[in-house]
């Protein structure tokens, strides 16, 4: 699996590619939107902090993020307090 395949939305198995395909193609304007992109975001609200990365920078690209597993583990942390 690539970095740009690796899900961003666990909830609804969203991949970074997508997000980012997405951003480039309809160019939101605000966070919000990205839940036109798969439902991102609106599930448990672990992703969005890196929705709104993502959004923010001119090569989302470059945004990083954290490798698969620990992605999953900080998720089940955050939903497990929420």
């Known amino acids: 699996m690539t970095h740009d395949d690796q899900e961003l939305c666990l909830c609804f198995h969203v991949t970074r590619r997508k997000v980012i ?3 480039r193609v309809n160019r939101p304007t605000v966070t919000s ?3 036109e992109c798969y439902g991102a975001g609106t599930g ?3 992703c969005r902090p890196f929705l709104e990365r993502l959004m923010q920078q001119t090569d989302p690209e470059s945004v990083p993020l954290p490798d698969a597993e620990t992605y999953a583990k ?3 942390v955050y939903r497990e307090t929420r």
């Open 74 to 76: 900080d998720r089940a």
């Open 44 to 46: 448990c609200g672990w």
């Open 21 to 23: 395909q997405y951003i």
């Open 33 to 35: 939107q990205l839940s």
